[in-house]
């Protein structure tokens, strides 16, 4: 699902080189690479300060779609809200990059 969600605005997006875009400022790559950069330093910091994970016996029991579906929406659910609101944020902001200006009609 993720795979055709990045095509699609890959899509929408279009082929124009950025040169030819509007507003387009020559410091916006190095913005983009710089918090890119620091969102992975921080996730790195986050993954290296957990707990070793450990094993819960009751996985084997009812099946593991069961155990995960409770894993994740019992005690993960802000996670899972914040990536939805991520993912439905991307495609307004692809759809917002892909629409074309509006043309007057005589």
Same mark, same amino acid.
């Given at each position: 699902?993720?795979?055709?969600?990045?095509?699609?605005?890959?899509?929408?997006?279009?082929?124009? =080189?950025?040169?030819?875009?509007?507003?387009?400022?020559?410091?916006?790559?190095?913005?983009?690479?710089?918090?890119? !950069? !620091?969102?992975?330093?921080?996730?790195?910091?986050? !993954?290296?300060?957990? =707990?070793? &994970?450990?094993?819960?016996? $009751?996985?084997?029991?009812?099946?593991? =779609?069961?155990?995960?579906? /409770?894993?994740?929406?019992?005690?993960?659910?802000?996670? /899972?809200?914040? $990536?939805?609101?991520?993912?439905?944020? &991307?495609?307004?902001? $692809?759809?917002?990059?892909?629409?074309? =200006?509006?043309?007057?009609?005589?």
């Amino acid at each position: 699902g993720i795979v055709i969600l990045i095509l699609f605005v890959i899509m929408l997006i279009g082929s124009a =080189p950025l040169e030819t875009r509007a507003g387009y400022r020559s410091w916006v790559p190095y913005a983009g690479l710089a918090l890119g !950069v !620091v969102m992975l330093a921080g996730m790195a910091l986050t !993954v290296l300060q957990m =707990p070793p &994970a450990t094993i819960n016996p $009751a996985a084997n029991e009812g099946g593991v =779609p069961i155990v995960l579906g /409770v894993e994740i929406y019992s005690q993960n659910i802000l996670l /899972v809200e914040l $990536a939805a609101v991520l993912l439905l944020v &991307a495609l307004l902001g $692809a759809l917002l990059l892909a629409r074309r =200006p509006k043309t007057e009609s005589i």
